[in-house]
């Protein structure tokens, strides 16, 4: 069965509306490929009101505080954090992962201060899946994670 991309991303923000569920990051790959780019701004339109959009992190303290501050939202980072430094991805992978034999989810730290992320995350890159498969940073971003 073939699904389509507009039933992919139509899925996803479904997905994303559900209560909030750590277990269902998603990475949006490629966004700034037209169709793509044009799919997510639909969708965004449709369901403005039911998520929390950061479009700028200037450090890692502030995307752990950030995260903290919404710890139980639906997130959507349209800045694309996985090609910023290890520090950043430190910070999102807590969001992001868990344990995979005990569904334990990581803790998002900075420094001695940390938290559990209840939230939803979608974050969008302009990377292909490919080339964000190539990353080792993101091994376990990417094991966790629905990449569409």
Same mark, same amino acid.
């Given at each position: 069965m073939n699904i389509s =991309?507009?039933? $992919?991303? +139509? +899925?996803? *923000?479904?997905?994303?509306? =559900?209560?909030? +569920? $750590? !277990?269902?990051?998603y990475i949006y790959a490629d966004y700034l490929m037209e169709e793509r780019s044009a799919l997510y701004?639909?969708?965004k339109s449709l369901n403005n009101s039911t !998520? %929390?959009?950061?479009?700028? %992190?200037i450090s890692p303290k502030a995307l752990f505080e950030f995260l903290k501050l919404n710890s139980s939202a639906r997130v959507v *980072?349209?800045?694309? =954090?996985l090609t910023k430094r290890k520090e950043y991805i430190d910070v999102i992978a807590g969001a992001i992962c868990s344990n995979p034999n005990t569904v334990e989810p990581w803790k998002v730290s900075y420094g001695a201060e940390s938290f559990v992320f209840k939230g939803s995350i979608l974050v969008l890159s302009r990377l292909t899946k490919e080339e964000l498969q190539g990353?080792?940073?993101l091994k376990y971003i990417l094991r966790d994670s629905k990449v569409i």
């Open positions: =991309l507009e039933d $992919r991303v +139509a +899925a996803m *923000f479904r997905d994303l509306q =559900l209560p909030p +569920a $750590r !277990f269902t990051p701004l639909k969708h !998520f %929390i959009y950061c479009d700028t %992190i *980072f349209e800045e694309d =954090l990353k080792v940073s």
